[in-house]
Structures are given as C-alpha cells and as structure tokens.
C-alpha cells in the first residue's frame, strides 16, 4: 500500500531558504546527530531531521475509541535536509500542515505488521514546527480502551503502554529510544474523568470546555525517549505519600495503594545515596485497572503499576523499586537502540537490589537475588544460545522477545559479579559517574564497555581479565567467574521442602515468619511431581489456593497445572479472568495448552478473556494458542 499526497507549497516557503529551520543549540539532547547508532526497530532518520519537541492536542472519544487531534513536532534538521521520516503504525493521518495551517506533502510507505510504515514529509523551509492531524486506529496496540465492566469504578478507563515500539500507534513521531524528544499535551476528557500523563501537571483540576468536557495540560521538560510518553484517563483520585511522592487509583483502590507504597518515600532516599540526585521532581505512581500488561512501566515522574502488587502487606514492593530505580537507568541512561536494552534492564534489576537492600536489609535483597538467579537458570534452559548474549540482536524481530531474564537477571548477574570484583565502594562511584556524565543521552552497550574501560579498569589489564565483559556481554549462559548467591534463609526452606517431600505433614513444617519470598521459594522447591492427598495437604496447611498474593497464588497454579490438581481450577480460570498481566497470563495459558486435558480448558478460558486482555497479552497469547478464526 502506498500512500502519496501531494500539496503545492507556497512560493514564498520554497525560496524563503534554510536558514531559519536549522536549529544548532547546543544544549539539545543527542546533539551530535550522527553519533546515534542505526535503530532497526525505526524509520526515522535522525542525522537528517530529527523531532525535539512533541506537542499534542488530542480529544479522548471513548464512544468511537479513538484519539483525535494535533501533533506539532518541533525539528532540527541538518542543513541539506528536504524531509523528515517519522514512525506510524495504525494512524490515520488526515492533513499535515505548518504552524500557519498550509499543507504539507507526505507520503506513507509501505506498512510492516510489526514496525508500522515510515511517514516521510517535506518540510518547510521557513519553519522548524509541522502540524499532523491525525486519529488513532483500531490497531492502536499502546492504547487499551476499558468499559464500565472492567474497572473497580464502573467508569470507562483509557490507558497507554509505548515501551518498546508503540507510541507510534497514538502518537506520529520518531520512535527510537535514542531519539530524546521533550513534550507537552492538552488532553480533553469526557466530564467526571481525569488525565494523568508522564509529565508535569498531573491533578484533578481541569479547565471545563463549552462543549462539557475537561482539559487537562501537561509538559514535560526533560528530553525523555518517546517510549515514556504516557496517558491514562479514568476515575482517578490522589493520595499523598510523602513530601514529593504520591498515588494514584480509582477510588476503591486509593487507600489500599496508598497502604502499600508507604515506603516509597524511604526508597527514594535510598536510591539517591547510591546514585545521585532524583532528577524528576514529583515521583507518583499510578495504579491501572487490572488488564495493564505489566507488572510496572518506569514512566517519567508517574510509574504506572498493575494492581496485582496490592497483596495488603506491603510484600511485592520491590517491583516498585524497580520502577523508581528505571529513573535513573533507563529514563536517564537509556538504551540507544533495543539490542542494548540490558543497559536499562539489567543496571535497574541490579538498583532494585540495592535499593531494597538499603531499606530492608541485606538478608532480604539476598532472597530477592536469589529468586533472580533461579529464575535465570531455568530461563538458560529454555532459550536458544545466541538470546542468551547480554547484547541481542533483534533484527526483523520484536523487541519484546528480548523481555528476557537475560536482559534482567544476566544483566544484573554481570552488575553483581563486577562489584564483587571491584568492591562495593569503587563500584558505586563508577556507578554514579556513569549516571552523571551520560544523563539525559542514549548509551550503547559498547560505549559502557568503552567507559568501563577508562574509568573503572583504568588500564589495571589484570582486573579487567579477571571481570572479562566479553564473555558476559557477547557470550552464551552464565559465564564461570559469576558471583556466588546464597540466601541463609532460602537454605532453610529448602530444608523444609526436602522433609515435605520425605513425607512431613505441611503443618509440622516450621514455616513460621516466612514473608513471600520464601513461600515462593519453597513452592519452586518441591517435586517436579506430587499426588493430589500431597497437594491437598500444602492446600489445607496455607491456603494456596485462595491466597490474596499474586506471585504465590500464580507459583501454586503452576504447580496445581503440572499435577492436574483440579480443586485449584476454579481460583486458575478466576486468576485468567479478573487481570491481564502477561506475566501471569501467558505461562498459565502455555502451562494448560502442554496436555491434551489442558488444552481445551484452555481455549475456552480464553476465548471469553481474550477481549479483556491488553494487546501485548492477547498477541503473545494468541501465539500460543492461536488467534481467534485463525485457521488450525
Ligand atoms: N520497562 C519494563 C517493562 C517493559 C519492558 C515493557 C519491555 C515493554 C517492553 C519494566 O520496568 C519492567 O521491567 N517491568 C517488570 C517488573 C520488574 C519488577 C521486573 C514487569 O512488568 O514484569
Ligand atoms: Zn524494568
């Protein structure tokens, strides 16, 4: 399909020259245009045109499920550039103009499913700003639309996920992580709802239209890759946390967010003694309606997090410090292209340790350390040699197939093992510099190896021999200097999953004072098989089943799944029906489809749940089991 509109310039913008579309501050993010590595996952051309600033003015249609408006792109460009390429998948692009409302040329290449289509447009010569009117598509995979039915307020509810390649579907501009654009946004809402966006403004106060709606403004001053624009509309009330932190939900989940995140406050002092200054201001963070694909998304100034982590004690907050931990790797560092996305992934898994170190103690973040490196070691089995390299190579593939544990528990392994190395306080000083000297600019997995070497090794050839980064970084598995984990109170459970399994009843198991790291440890621990008087056992003694903790409850679905233990069914297609966390969902759905009395469960579970599901879910879903009316 090939698009091509064609519209006369006028006379005065073609002879009017370049001089004033080139823009050479030099303060501009990414200012060397032809540093940035070639990002495969986009269209955009940077080292000729590159967009600066996006301003959007979009209406929220919940009836017609579309976004509809403006976005004015701010450019610079290089002093022969005649056009710009941006990123679209499933827009339609209805009109592009100037700044003075004369339209511009554009055309549409061709589209591919997973990149989208290249929108190149001549540009203007006299000005440096185009106006892209456009709406969003019924394929707008960052945008899931929730009615009535599928939030706690009964009010409809609207949210985005970019990370990694679909703002381009709500929002036409260059979409690559190394191609850092500041932004701002007026989003109308029907009445009664409020707009939160990755920026500042966030409130409940917004300017009423004649028309009855409410618009809302925000900005965002800090260049941030486009991956970070993010929207969420809905009944949304606030909660403070602290002095420059708090919460965000529907009304019947504010206070029991604001419960759980209490400590975020404390987090945040932690990370900032390890790291540097907390360079966002506000850190808020947004509880989404149970259907958000993720666990958490480091949206700049306001995490976005699945209710699932709400377990009533505080016990899965560590997800939390993650995400706070991405504002510095990853929001600040980022990844250049999505090859490096261990440089976001692994260096925040490694942060997140430290930080739940610093506030619960390092007994704690040793189980937490722990549960990665298993999780790691069961994922080695599984992945083909080459996905197992810190650096990838997603070529023609989507970068989601790279949310490995390589990218996160290799990474952070590799992180792990060099401060073991190096030490502790030599390690976090190279650390904080690294973040100092590289904030607010894309990194490449070989200029960290670059500036390992100046800084950290420093020509002490011995002591980078004995790290060898190579071998973590371009080689297979996990490679043999890797630092020892050890977890005293892990080494207990297994203890007690040893004597269950040599015919302990559960309730003369000492158990007592497990948090939920070490009920997750010891249901991983059992016996790859067990009967159904042995499972029903451990469910009389704690309770799986019914469990109000997420990550236990899906741990014990696995084991109930593999032992066809059917009293658990119920709570399993309860769990696949009421959130839409990948996370949970796809294994459970992969775990049912591996048996021939699983599998129809399965499709019927799914064939109801599917229109629920986020896109990221139903499409990796549907990779398992099938798209609906796709043939057999
Ligand atoms: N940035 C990721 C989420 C992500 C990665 C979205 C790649 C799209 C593409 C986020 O920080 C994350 O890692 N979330 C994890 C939780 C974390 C505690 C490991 C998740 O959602 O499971
Ligand atoms: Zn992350």
Redo the contacts with the bound molecule.
């Keep these: 399909m090939h698009e091509l509109s064609r519209f006369a310039l006028p006379a005065f913008l073609l002879f009017a020259g370049l001089a004033g579309c080139v823009e050479t501050t030099t303060d501009t993010p990414n200012d060397d245009l032809s540093a940035l590595p070639h990002d495969v996952h986009s269209y955009a051309k940077p080292a000729e045109a590159r967009v600066t600033h996006v301003a959007l003015n979009l209406n929220a249609d919940f009836e017609a499920q579309q976004l509809v408006g403006t976005a004015t792109l701010t450019i610079e460009t290089a002093p022969d550039a005649e056009e710009i390429v941006l990123d679209i998948r499933d827009l339609a692009i209805e009109q592009i103009t100037d700044t003075d409302g004369n339209e511009l040329t554009f055309s549409t290449g061709d589209t591919d499913d997973l990149l989208g289509a290249p929108l190149t447009i001549e540009l203007p010569s006299a000005a440096n700003q185009i106006v892209v009117h456009y709406r969003t598509g019924e394929g707008a995979d960052a945008v899931q639309w929730l009615n009535s039915e599928q939030t706690s307020s009964g009010a409809p509810f609207l949210f985005t996920?970019?990370?990694?390649i679909?703002t381009r579907t709500w929002i036409p501009t260059q979409d690559s992580p190394g191609i850092r654009q500041t932004y701002e946004a007026e989003i109308t809402v029907p009445e009664g709802l409020t707009a939160v966006m990755s920026a500042e403004g966030n409130s409940r106060d917004g300017e009423p239209t004649e028309d009855g709606r409410t618009t809302f403004r925000f900005r965002m001053d800090e260049p941030i890759p486009p991956?970070l624009i993010a929207l969420a509309i809905g009944d949304l009330e606030f909660r403070e946390l602290g002095p420059r932190s708090g919460v965000w939900a529907e009304p019947q989940v504010v206070e029991a967010a604001a419960y759980e995140f209490a400590e975020v406050e404390a987090m945040m002092d932690a990370a900032e003694n390890l790291y540097g200054p907390y360079r966002w201001g506000r850190y808020d963070i947004l509880v989404l309606p149970p259907s958000f694909?993720?666990?958490?998304?480091?949206n700049p100034r306001l995490t976005f997090a699945?209710p699932t982590i709400l377990a009533g004690d505080r016990s899965l907050v560590?997800?939390i410090?993650?995400?706070l931990a991405?504002s510095w790797s990853?929001n600040l560092v980022t990844n250049a292209t999505w090859d490096d996305?261990w440089l976001?992934?692994g260096f925040?898994?490694y942060f997140?340790n430290r930080i739940m170190e610093a506030v619960y103690g390092a007994d704690y973040a040793a189980m937490l350390e722990s549960l990665s490196r298993t999780g790691l070691d069961a994922e080695l089995e599984e992945l083909d040699e080459a996905d197992t390299h810190l650096r990838l190579n997603l070529e023609g593939r989507d970068?989601?197939e790279?949310?490995t544990a390589i990218a996160?528990d290799k990474g952070a392994a590799f992180l792990f093992t060099v401060e073991e190395i190096v030490g502790r306080e030599r390690f976090d000083t190279f650390l904080r510099g690294y973040f100092d000297a590289h904030a607010f600019r894309p990194m490449t997995t070989e200029r960290f190896v670059a500036y390992m070497d100046a800084e950290l090794f420093a020509g002490d050839a011995g002591l980078r021999a004995r790290v060898d980064p190579e071998a973590w970084i371009y080689g297979p598995g996990l490679p043999e200097n890797a630092s020892e984990v050890t977890s005293e109170a892990f080494s207990r459970v297994e203890a007690q999953a040893e004597a269950f399994s040599n015919g302990t009843a559960p309730a003369e198991l000492s158990t007592e004072e497990w948090t939920t790291h070490e009920w997750l440890h010891f249901l991983k621990s059992l016996p790859e098989s067990l009967s159904s008087e042995q499972l029903a056992a451990l469910d009389g003694a704690f309770g799986f089943t019914e469990t109000g903790n997420s990550e236990v409850r899906f741990a014990w679905l696995r084991v109930a799944i593999r032992n066809r233990y059917e009293p658990a069914f119920a709570s399993l297609e309860e769990f696949l029906t009421t959130q839409g966390?990948?996370?949970f969902i796809l294994p459970l759905y992969t775990d049912l489809a591996a048996s021939d009395w699983g599998r129809p469960i399965a499709d019927r579970i799914y064939r109801d749940a599917r229109p629920t599901y986020h896109a990221?879910t139903f499409n990796s879903v549907d990779e398992v089991l099938g798209a609906p009316g796709a043939a057999e």
């Design positions: 996920q970019g990370q990694a679909l991956y694909p993720f666990g958490g998304m480091e699945t560590s997800l410090a993650h995400e991405h990853g996305f976001n992934e925040t898994s997140e970068p989601d790279g949310m996160y966390r990948r996370k990221i």
